[in-house]
């Protein structure tokens, strides 16, 4: 890639990346500033430098033969820069968005099990992971940075892959993380309060989803659930693109009758209004039963899109219906991780609409006696707790829940993820107002310990929480089994391990 006659043979924003011949981006990022570093990446070989700072020193920089580049928006720069020098890999792929409060991971799961089993060469760029094919690559954003998504498109190019489906958080939009990326379809979940640390209003919440939206050419395809109160907000001023809508309102292209909810989910899929694919293909309205191993009636919400998705990549509905059948779970998504005297399910919680819609799902199933270990959210602020909390109150009254376990998961988070001790005292505050009896424990190990320790055969057990319950169900699986069997449920060897053994930490996080 040449750059003012200059030869680049990469592009970062990190200065420890820096290798010679390379460009650095000097991005202003939340914690710091990347301008701070460009003596490190100059040090360190780069040969042209861009910036929106005024207070460079040019004139030395030029000493050195180091060529500076001055850019309104380094972020969107960035993903400029990355995207030619990977030679542009969206425009030789087929690439779904799916954006959203919730949602999205299931949803592409959904669609990427789908593709695979019709035999696509299939990419999902994700939450969880990436995965290519059969290859996974461990990931730590919902959407990656702009270096590691351009470079994942062009691996996901070169191993031939036809379609990449991705999730898109609303800091990936505001960030430019995927600004320059060719979308084919764009999903919308639906839109609920999170992240008003970050976007302070829900205006500039919406306002950042809609950028999905107003990326798409002309003649590409928007999904969008209608019966969100926001959905069609997305669509504001954007008349050249095709729009699609699901829901339960009859208005609907895409709709859904005879719902059945249970410990699973059927319905009929019912396509109201001719659609052409992305071929070309014409098809008729129609009606087909479908059915998911998977809990709650937010589901067949993430499983419309889903259908609808794969029917304009030519997958016939016999297909898309089989391969549904055979998912029994997404990973921390109403996860039935065990079901023997008693059930444990984990959820990876992160707003209040995700808690209501676990609630809301739970009330519908059959126990004895509910039990609840919910993971503060760290790091997030005062308001989004004392929502969450509120909730939990809300419900633990309804559905009579047994026992209100609160951690702060001290043994299994990072700094990122650490609970304030304001985050706390908001939980604590709005759930002694609501005379919610709960306890506190600092880590989860001992707060999943205890909870177990007062279950009874027929009892459900629900694991609630972001990142601070991600080590949730392998902990209760571990505490379980020993409690089922009677077998040292003390557990000090375990203790011991948590405490002093980071192998045993890794294993965990693994």
Request: hydrophobic content about 40%; aromatic content about 8%.
């Amino acid at each position: 890639m040449i750059i003012d006659g200059i030869g680049i043979n990469g592009v970062t924003c990190d200065s420890r990346k820096v290798k010679k011949g390379d460009a650095f981006v000097a991005v202003r990022g939340e914690k710091s500033d990347g301008n701070l570093f460009i003596k490190e990446a100059v040090k360190n070989g780069a040969s042209i430098i861009f910036t929106d700072s005024h207070n460079i020193d040019e004139d030395a920089l030029d000493k050195k033969n180091i060529k500076v580049k001055k850019v309104s928006n380094t972020r969107k720069k960035l993903a400029q820069l990355c995207n030619e020098f990977y030679n542009f890999p969206s425009e030789k792929l087929k690439v779904i968005g799916v954006t959203g409060t919730n949602g999205k991971t299931t949803t592409s799961h959904l669609i990427y099990k789908i593709l695979k089993d019709a035999g696509v060469s299939v990419g999902l760029i994700g939450t969880l992971y990436v995965k290519i094919n059969d290859k996974t690559y461990k990931t730590n954003l919902t959407t990656p940075d702009q270096e590691q998504i351009f470079h994942y498109l062009s691996l996901m190019e070169k191993e031939d892959v036809q379609v990449v489906v991705m999730e898109v958080s609303s800091h990936a939009l505001e960030s430019y993380r995927v600004f320059g990326i060719d979308f084919d379809i764009a999903i919308h979940t639906n839109i609920g309060r999170d992240h008003l640390d970050f976007h302070k209003t829900m205006e500039n919440y919406i306002a950042s989803k809609k950028k999905l939206f107003d990326s798409l050419s002309t003649g590409k395809i928007a999904l969008i659930n209608l019966d969100d109160e926001h959905g069609l907000k997305l669509l504001d001023k954007n008349n050249d693109i095709i729009v699609l809508t699901y829901g339960l309102n009859q208005r609907s292209t895409i709709t859904a009758s005879s719902l059945d909810i249970d410990f699973n989910v059927s319905f009929t899929y019912c396509l109201q209004r001719g659609l052409t694919t992305l071929t070309g293909a014409e098809l008729e309205p129609f009606e087909f039963p479908i059915s998911l191993n998977l809990l709650g009636r937010h589901n067949m919400y993430n499983a419309l899109p889903a259908i609808t998705t794969c029917l304009l990549l030519d997958i016939p509905i016999s297909k898309i219906s089989k391969s549904l059948k055979e998912i029994q779970s997404v990973p921390r998504r109403m996860e039935i991780v065990y079901q023997k005297d008693i059930c444990i399910i984990d959820d990876f919680c992160h707003n209040p609409l995700s808690y209501e819609a676990v609630f809301q799902t739970i009330q519908n199933m059959s126990f004895c006696n509910l039990h609840i270990v919910n993971a503060i959210r760290g790091n997030r602020g005062k308001k989004v707790n004392d929502e969450i909390a509120s909730v939990i109150q809300n419900w633990a009254k309804i559905l009579n829940v047994k026992n209100v376990f609160l951690t702060s998961s001290r043994d299994c988070v990072s700094g990122n993820d650490y609970v304030t001790e304001e985050e706390r005292d908001a939980f604590f505050s709005t759930l002694k107002n609501g005379q919610i009896i709960f306890q506190y424990e600092d880590r989860l190990f001992d707060a999943i310990k205890k909870t177990i320790s007062y279950m009874k055969k027929g009892d459900m057990l629900l694991l609630l929480g972001a990142q601070g319950m991600n080590m949730g169900a392998k902990l209760a699986l571990m505490l379980v089994e020993d409690y089922i069997n009677k077998t040292n449920f003390d557990l000090n060897n375990h203790e011991n391990l948590m405490r002093g053994n980071s192998n045993y930490l890794r294993e965990l996080h693994h």
